[in-house]
């Protein structure tokens, strides 16, 4: 009977002891969660609608010029647009380009006054016609009350699994080649800004433009969320070696953009809320890359060779057309 219950409390021990230690991940998660919460510092700063006009970086004006500078920055609220909820006929879009002076390749720019912004936008392509016909009808009367300085361009890749991320890095490449530009916006195209506010020239910091989107009841998924459509200088680009270029599929290029942007010392900043408002056009949703988290978590050994200093491409073809210049390349 006594080594019964010696027996009993061997066992009662070594259960005890395998509690204990089925704990101890639950005990490590919970310690990291509160770590986060508590002692993390968020690398997002929040531009108010009042400090816009002082955050935005803008080009020098050249010193035998006249003209004065434009007006970009309005500080109103009255400002919010409606995206059009219908695709948009291709009659509206010869219109445009005759009745707003855009020039071949889709660039315009300010007659009576100097544009403080030099902006390219880039935008990765693929079989989304009805969303890039809305976008250009869309976007060019936007970025011309803002009284940019401004060219869109459109990156279409032929075969193989989507990169929007190589298509991005191409897309500057390219661009460099056309005009001198010193803000570069990679905006995907399914996605309409709604407030004039929301200026599209680059700050101080790179800037997540589409923070608050429709489809996520205007609020932030994630606090270091980086994708849809991003502002950032072009000397800032180039200091992070650009996008990686091994993303194919859908999915981990954004998160790893903002990696190589904090890590290289830089904080990311966003307008408020009220600004930064987004609708998504209706589109076929992308399968997701299978190995997108394998790449994301092993891309800091790779921010120095996987970039803008190893892109290779082929350029099919470049057309200027009536409303954004085209490149068709082939990765």
């Known amino acids: ?41 968020s690398n ?59 020039q071949k390749g889709g660039a315009w720019k300010p007659e009576n006054c100097i544009s403080p ?8 392509y693929r079989d989304r016609k009805e969303n890039l016909r809305d976008f250009l009808a869309y976007m060019h009367p936007f970025l011309q009350k803002q009284n940019l300085d401004y060219r869109i361009v459109v990156v279409e890749q032929t075969d193989r699994p989507f990169n929007r991320a190589k298509l991005f890095n191409i897309g ?6 056309i005009d001198n530009f010193h803000c570069y916006i990679f905006h995907d195209v399914d996605l309409l800004p709604q407030n004039l506010n929301n200026i599209y020239g680059c700050t101080n910091y790179p800037r997540h433009m589409s923070a608050n989107i429709n489809i996520f009841d205007y609020k932030v998924p994630y606090d270091s969320i980086f994708g849809g459509s991003v502002a950032i200088l072009k000397s800032q680009f180039q200091a992070v070696n650009g ?3 091994i993303f194919f599929g859908w999915g981990g290029e954004d998160d790893d953009f903002y990696n190589r942007v904090t890590r290289n010392g830089s904080k990311i900043c966003r307008f408020s809320s009220d600004v930064s408002q987004y609708v998504m056009l209706s589109h076929k949703k992308e399968k997701p890359s299978s ?21 290779k491409y082929s350029v099919i073809k470049i057309d200027m057309l009536p409303l954004y210049t085209r490149i068709l390349v082939d990765i």
């Open 1 to 41: 009977m006594t080594l019964y219950f010696r027996w009993i409390r061997v066992l009662k021990y070594y259960l005890n002891i395998k509690v204990i230690l089925g704990l101890v991940p639950l005990v490590v998660i919970v310690n990291t969660i509160l770590y986060v919460l508590l002692f993390s510092k």
């Open 44 to 102: 997002v700063i929040v531009i108010r609608m009042i400090d816009i006009p002082d955050s935005l970086v803008t080009v020098e004006k050249l010193s035998n010029s006249t003209m004065p500078y434009c007006e970009v920055a309005r500080r109103e609220r009255s400002l919010i647009l409606q995206p059009p909820s219908q695709p948009v006929p291709e009659e509206i879009l010869d219109l445009l380009a005759t009745d707003t002076r855009i």
């Open 117 to 124: 912004h030099k902006v390219a936008l880039i935008i990765p």
């Open 172 to 177: 500057f490449v390219e661009t460099e080649k």
């Open 243 to 245: 996008f990686s270029n």
């Open 291 to 311: 190995d997108r988290y394998y790449v994301l978590v092993t891309g800091k050994y790779r921010f120095l060779t996987d970039g803008l200093n190893s892109l």
